[in-house]
């Protein structure tokens, strides 16, 4: 059995970030990484547009209270106030101290870090580093790892969190190299595992964003807060679905219909194209089912719209946004300084997840925590986004409650003895779950069951929602379910099978599926990304509350939990 202080799952942003701050606030500690990627190719890396401070370097009227208030107001009021007002108060230092690390920020003329405009924030204060960002910031921090010498465990898959007389007690890890299965315990066990997006057959995300974080956690018994929260993307690159970051339209590109209209002007006449994402990505899906599309001939009636850059003009486009251009040109084929680039909304980012105190500590019920689990990043929802997250806000997210998670576990293990665990029960375990899926005599191949899987969660759970639609796509799940035990898989090798690890990972999907569906299915109001043909209004007397969804393979159980509001009162959201 593999012994450490810390075991962090996931090499993003916010398990990189939360390293460094255990390794710094205490070096004696023993920290380990384990990752089922490579860390530097987790998706934090490709994040584009930008991180959000009020660093005022461009708009000296910015302040932390506004920054709060457009996330508060942007999360269509769901955000626990108390989250929000240490992302927006912290973030202007935590971007410092990212530069001070070494990342390399755009700059303005006098040499400050650049910021520029972005959907839903009222000031311009998302710094970048052109539209690699993500880049720019996830390899610095893996660097940083290593000087502080924390251990990395690369390409290896947590197979399951130990979680025992409540209390986390370490994980099961599976090496995709050899196939190796190793019991870790742990004094902390932090989860940074990222998003779901996988869960959609059209995705910004990489293919390692399967939500199995959330679905180990949702197996423990733990509950999973305000799931039915999606975020779709309105720029997502047609067909493929990859993302053209909302910096594009910070720079000042326009959305045209076919009828060459610039839309907007009837949704967020205010705001134009940097409306919050779901209130852009309903009006394009919208002037799409209306026939104002566009087809790939340039006819109306299809199934985009037009993204114009191309009264930007040259020298600001390769400047600012040059790896939107590269993967328009690269995938598409549309050189967009004299063509606009064909786009429609796409899964993009998971509002929901685990849910977490201001610490990172998960709770295990409306007022209670779980001793010695942590978790912060895209899969936790502590909740700074509510029911629909701004741009530019979740890479602060990780940082800020990366650092904050990762102070508050040093100080938690200080004095603390490592857990029992029996190994020899865990592993055992793990060696079945494995074996079964290896010999089951199945008549599915995986990716059938994925596809139809996909297929399901975008058609009964995407942008419009019914209850006709989301039952349906209930009783789907539960077939897709059973076809699970029915997969088979061609590869019985131990030395990198990635077909065992897509087995995996198909179950995390199918889970988190299920959790989606059935919190939408009973949160009958629209609010946020969550929007209900039969229930159009947000509805402050019944639904300003979080969902907690409960799993387990009978059925999936949901209480409610309260918001904070601490700063700005509920009011009639309007750009
Ligand atoms: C294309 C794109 C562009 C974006 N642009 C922006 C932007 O400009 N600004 C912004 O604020 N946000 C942006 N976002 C969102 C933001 O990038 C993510 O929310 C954030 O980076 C998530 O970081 P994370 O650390 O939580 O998880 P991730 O970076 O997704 O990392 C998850 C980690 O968990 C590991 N992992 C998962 N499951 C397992 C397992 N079973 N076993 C072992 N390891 C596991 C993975 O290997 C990986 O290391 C963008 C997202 C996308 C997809």
């Excluded at 939360?18 to 990627?37: C, G, H, M, S, Y």
């Excluded at 600001?316 to 598409?332: G, Y």
């Excluded at 209670?368 to 986004?385: R, T, Y």
Aim: some cysteine; proline content about 4%.
């Amino acid at each position: 059995m593999l012994e450490h202080d810390i075991i962090i799952v996931g090499g993003g942003l916010a398990g990189c970030r939360a390293a460094v701050e255990i390794a710094r606030t205490d070096p004696n500690l023993n920290v380990a990484l384990v990752a089922k990627t490579h860390p530097i190719r987790s998706h934090s890396v490709a994040a584009q547009g930008g991180i959000a401070a009020t660093l005022k370097n461009v708009d000296s009227a910015d302040s932390w209270e506004a920054h709060a208030f457009d996330t508060v107001k942007g999360s269509d009021y769901l955000a626990d106030q108390d989250a929000v007002e240490i992302l927006a108060r912290e973030a202007p230092d935590v971007v410092i101290d990212l530069e001070h690390m070494g990342v390399l920020f755009s700059r303005l003329p006098d040499g400050r870090i650049a910021q520029r405009a972005f959907g839903g924030h009222s000031h311009n204060r998302t710094c970048y580093a052109a539209d690699k960002t993500g880049h720019a910031i996830l390899h610095e921090l893996v660097n940083n790892l290593r000087r502080y010498g924390v251990q990395i465990y690369d390409e290896w898959y947590v197979m399951r969190l130990i979680l025992e007389d409540g209390g986390a007690k370490g994980v099961v890890m599976y090496r995709i190299l050899d196939g190796e299965l190793v019991v870790v315990r742990a004094k902390a066990v932090m989860f940074a595992t990222g998003g779901y997006g996988r869960v959609y057959n059209t995705t910004s995300n990489d293919y390692a964003s399967t939500g199995d974080g959330l679905a180990m956690t949702a197996i423990a018994g733990l509950p999973l807060e305000d799931m039915e929260f999606v975020q779709f993307h309105p720029t997502g690159l047609y067909p493929v679905g990859v993302l053209i970051s909302e910096a594009v339209r910070g720079e000042g590109a326009y959305l045209i219909n076919s009828e060459g209209d610039r839309f907007m002007a009837n949704y967020a006449p205010s705001r134009m194209e940097l409306a919050p994402r779901d209130i852009t990505s309903r009006a394009i899906a919208q002037e799409i089912l209306a026939g104002r599309g566009i087809h790939p001939d340039g006819s109306a009636g299809g199934s985009f719209v037009h993204l114009d850059l191309r009264h930007m003009g040259k020298e600001k486009i390769m400047s600012r946004v040059p790896f939107c251009w590269e993967e328009a040109h690269r995938l598409v084929s549309i050189d967009a300084v004299h063509q606009p680039i064909p786009v429609r909304p796409t899964v993009h980012y998971s509002m929901g997840g685990i849910p977490v105190n201001i610490d990172g500590q998960v709770r295990s019920g409306l007022d209670s925590l779980i001793d010695g689990f942590f978790a912060a990043g895209e899969c936790a929802c502590v909740s700074v986004h509510g029911a629909n997250r701004l741009g530019s806000n979740s890479l602060l997210e990780c940082v800020v409650y990366g650092r904050k998670t990762g102070a508050f576990i040093a100080q938690f293990v200080q004095n603390r003895k490592h857990p029992v665990v029996d190994e020899q029960r865990y592993l055992t375990e793990a060696q079945q779950q494995i074996q079964a899926l290896l010999e089951q005599p199945g008549q599915y191949r995986i990716a059938q069951v994925r596809d139809a899987f996909q297929d399901c969660m975008t058609k009964h759970c995407g942008v419009f929602r019914t209850p006709e639609l989301m039952r349906e796509g209930l009783e789907q799940l539960q077939k897709l379910q059973q076809q699970y035990q029915q997969i088979y898989l061609d590869d019985q090798g131990s030395c990198w099978n990635t077909e065992l690890i897509e087995a995996l990972e198909l179950r995390s999907l199918i889970i988190v599926g299920q959790l989606i569906l059935t919190s939408a299915l009973n949160r009958l109001e629209s609010r946020g990304s969550h929007f209900r043909e039969d229930y159009a209004q947000r509805d402050d007397t019944n639904f300003l509350k979080h969902t907690m969804a409960y799993y387990s393979p009978a059925g999936i159980d949901l209480q409610y939990r309260p918001v904070n509001i601490t700063l700005f009162e509920p009011q009639e959201r309007k750009y």
